[in-house]
């Protein structure tokens, strides 16, 4: 089967520029979340979608984040304005559905890694 | 939030060494997964434990979930250079799939 897509792999910007995302997730997937990757650490969840409708979005900063899914399919994650920060690797991953455990594993793109400067 | 700690942050060691990665948290989990992230490249998912005491193998990678379903640990048998790379340990508490990541060890193996 293919896996997540996403683009594009990397995107320089200047602070204060906007910038877009694009993932489509593996076919059949209801399931899909956008995570941050700074560097040296761990993903940081940013959003979480169930088919077109949002589970968790707690973790977003909705001052210059946002993201849609509004078919349920792909989706788009957007900053705007970026500030230097931002600068990290934003991983998109898909699930059968929700529930992280043995039934419906992570399955992560190879994600866009921004760098704001 | 719900934090995991893992140790150490990085190793270094040659090639044929064993070698023990450790995930800790304050917090229970319903299930715990491994990662193992290479450079350039998402995560992967190794394997998930769900009950207590669990022990998994995966040829010379054994996993173990602590009894209290708060800790769990990765062993590394006889080390290989092609086991480099970032390894992530993520707990589910089973909430809406809220699953929190650890800040990674990231291994490097010598030939």
């Known amino acids: 089967e293919a896996g997540v897509a996403q683009s594009p792999r990397y995107k320089i910007i200047e602070k204060r520029q906007s910038v877009a995302f694009w993932c489509n997730p593996i076919s059949g997937h209801a399931t899909l979340y956008w995570y941050q990757q700074i560097l040296g650490q761990g993903p940081k969840l940013l959003i979480q979608?169930?088919?077109?409708?949002?589970?968790?979005d707690s973790q977003l900063p909705k001052d210059r984040f946002s993201a849609e899914r509004l078919k349920g399919v792909d989706s788009t994650l957007k900053i705007q304005p970026a500030k230097l920060e931002d600068s990290a690797v934003y991983l998109c991953a898909s699930s059968l559905f929700q529930g992280a455990g043995n039934n419906s594993p992570l399955h992560f793109g190879n994600g866009t890694r921004l760098t704001v400067t | 939030t719900q934090l995991l700690e893992q140790s150490p942050q990085f190793l270094s060691i040659q090639e044929g060494e064993n070698l023990t990665v450790y995930c800790n948290s304050s917090?229970?989990?319903?299930?715990l997964q491994w990662y193992r992230q290479e450079p350039g490249e998402g995560p992967v998912l190794l394997v998930t434990?769900?009950?207590?005491?669990e022990v998994k193998k995966l040829k010379r990678l054994t996993f173990q979930f602590g009894d209290a379903r708060k800790d769990s640990s990765l062993h590394i048998t006889a080390a290989q250079p092609g086991d480099t790379g970032l390894y992530l340990c993520a707990g589910d508490n089973n909430a809406g799939n809220m699953l929190t990541f650890g800040g990674g060890t990231r291994l490097m193996v010598k030939p």
């Open positions: 434990v769900v009950t207590g005491g």
């Open positions: 917090s229970v989990f319903s299930s």
């Open positions: 979608f169930q088919n077109n409708g949002v589970v968790d």
